[in-house]
């Protein structure tokens, strides 16, 4: 038998054998990823559930500056698959001592650039969560580390990837709306005053100076009992903004990206926005008690070429005055009003009189209604074809830049024109200052 006859045979029973049994022979042929997990917080375990639930993935190794989140998140993977992943504190640790194939990064925002650059340099395909840094210039510098290691960076708005988002721009960009003149974006919570929490000891078991890591080092206060207590550590940072960039740079992200894909724009001309702390109060930070700092309303517009967006958020009054949903994003067409929104799906308000309201519902998973599924098997997907991903690092970096770009304007005051080709603001010194930060020593800033 010819040794082309014989790869053709073995080649017909192969896709045979596909043909007949197609999960027996793509498991067969499928690689597992070694997968690490740095911060093992909330979300960071919503995320491990879908790694693990796909099949392809060991978690190896799990890093947290905090055993209280530690120890449990470790347990919860021991009783899902059996292994116990190995603990680690410091992520420089994990990375070298594993190199893992691919590394999750699920910290607060203030690390996300630090770990995802040490990451893919150490070789991992990463999947990091939004916002993917605290200042503009971190964002660069990932996207530049991603590229020049050639490796995947997927980032978490998984919107990107849920059935009702994508089913609801095919709506709009096929013109059922009409043309699209303006975008409204908005969360809208209830809310009231804020009462400063007491500074307390960091608990045994939480490496508080490393927690804070590049950013200021706060006192501590914590949220022992309750994760939305309003202290900083665990969930609480969204709203300090040494840490993060308040909802605009935590819930806004989800939304703001959904304009620049929906609306297929990388970036706006100019931005400008007010807020401030009418309802909760102005912010405190003494030796014995804090409150947060972000605004608790915030108002940014956005000009792009051909149409006007803004983003609007709330944590008082929530939004009782309006059917659709307390989130999301209103595209304001000649043929009426789209909402695009999360849990109610998206519904269409039509202009003309009979014409009714077309809906269509969400297809979301649990916990707390998301599609990391989908996106996570779109980052596997990535990983093997070398295709890039649906939320790839450079595209959440613009729309990272589209919160950070307004908190930006909202701390000088002023609006500012934003060279999105150069990623500088035009002819501002003082705003160009803002692009980036002092990082606390030792750590350095990353160099893009
Ligand atoms: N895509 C989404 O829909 C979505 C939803 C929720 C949260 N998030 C994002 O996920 C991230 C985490 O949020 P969360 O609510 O899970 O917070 P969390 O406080 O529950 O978890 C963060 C964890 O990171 C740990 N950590 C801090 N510094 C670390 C370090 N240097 N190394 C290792 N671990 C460190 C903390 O101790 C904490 O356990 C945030 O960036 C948030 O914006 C995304």
Known sequence: MSIDRRTFLK??????????????????????????LIGSGWWGMNITGEAIASGRCKIVA????????????????????GDTPKRYK???????????????????????????????EAGAHVYVEKPIGHTIAEGRAMVNAARAANRVVQVGTHRRISPHCISGRKFIQQGRAGKIGSVRAFVLYGGGPEKPKKNMEPPKGLDWNMWCGPAPLRPFNGNIDNPWGGG???????????YANGTLGDWGVHWVDQILWIMEEK????????????????????????????????????????????????????????????VGCYFYGTKGTFHMGWQKGWTFYPLGKGQKEIHEGPQLNDPDSQNIKELWADFLNAIETGKRPVCDIELIHRSTNMSLLG??????????????????IVGDKTANKLLRRKYRKPWIYPRA
């Open 62 to 81: 799990m890093c947290d500056v905090d055993d209280h989140q530690l120890n449990p998140a470790v347990e919860k993977v021991k009783g899902l698959t």
């Open 267 to 326: 970036w706006p001309k100019t931005v400008y926005s007010t807020g401030g702390r009418p309802i909760k109060g102005p912010p405190i930070l003494t030796a014995e008690e804090q409150t947060s700092d972000a605004p608790d309303h915030q108002i940014a517009t956005y000009e792009f070429e051909d149409f006007t967006a803004h983003w609007e958020h709330r944590n008082f009054a929530g939004n009782t005055a309006e059917k659709a949903e307390n």
């Open 407 to 424: 908190m930006l304007s909202l701390k000088l005051g002023r609006s500012v024109q934003w060279d999105g080709e150069k990623e500088v």
């Open 90 to 120: 410091d992520f420089r640790e994990l990375l070298e001592k594993e190199k893992p194939d691919i590394a999750i990064v699920a910290t607060p925002d203030h690390w996300h650039p630090l770990c995802a650059i040490a990451a893919v």
């Open 232 to 242: 900083i550590h665990p969930r609480g940072f969204r709203q300090y903004l040494d």
């Open 11 to 36: 080649g017909s029973i192969a896709s045979g054998l596909a043909l007949s049994f197609p999960n027996i022979v793509t498991a067969a042929r499928a690689k597992t990823y070694r997968t690490a």
